[in-house]
């Protein structure tokens, strides 16, 4: 889970974009993502800046979605595309298998998984870093 900000936002608590649906702070949170884990975001406060607040609710997402699909890879996988995505995803291709998945064009960032993945390893073998 310490390897999801260096794919989100290399552990910078951005702002929002300009880019309509992308997110903010080091999750990179949406903003409908954000206000269903209780996150206030108007044009006053946005609490995705909050890293405590914003990694708080990051947790309790990525434990939400471990719960509905028993899975820590398809967990983070509904983090990046939406756990309504990623079900309609495992129905239509009848398979819970990640790489699968991404052959078949399931993902919003290209690489997303793989990216994580190696993040992973590199933060498990910072020995191997020059």
């Given at each position: 889970?310490?390897?999801?900000?260096?794919?989100?936002?290399?552990?910078?608590?951005?702002?929002?974009?300009?880019h309509a649906g992308?997110?903010?702070?080091?999750?990179?949170?949406?903003?409908?993502t954000?206000q269903?884990?209780?996150?206030?975001?108007?044009?006053?406060v946005?609490e995705?800046?909050n890293?405590?607040?914003?990694?708080?609710a990051?947790?309790?997402?990525?434990?939400?979605n471990?719960?509905?699909?028993?899975?820590?890879?398809?967990a983070?996988?509904?983090?990046?595309?939406?756990?309504?995505?990623?079900?309609?995803?495992?129905?239509k291709f009848?398979?819970r298998?990640?790489?699968?998945?991404i052959r078949n064009?399931?993902?919003?960032d290209?690489?997303?998984i793989?990216?994580l993945?190696?993040?992973?390893?590199?933060?498990?073998?910072?020995q191997?870093?020059?």
């Amino acid at each position: 889970i310490l390897a999801l900000p260096i794919i989100e936002s290399g552990y910078q608590n951005l702002a929002q974009s300009s880019h309509a649906g992308w997110g903010a702070g080091l999750w990179m949170f949406i903003e409908r993502t954000a206000q269903n884990y209780g996150l206030r975001v108007d044009s006053s406060v946005d609490e995705r800046l909050n890293v405590e607040m914003e990694t708080d609710a990051a947790m309790r997402y990525l434990v939400s979605n471990h719960a509905r699909f028993d899975d820590w890879i398809l967990a983070v996988f509904a983090y990046n595309i939406g756990e309504n995505t990623l079900q309609a995803a495992i129905e239509k291709f009848g398979t819970r298998d990640p790489w699968i998945l991404i052959r078949n064009n399931i993902e919003n960032d290209k690489g997303y998984i793989p990216k994580l993945m190696a993040a992973i390893l590199i933060l498990n073998n910072p020995q191997y870093i020059r």
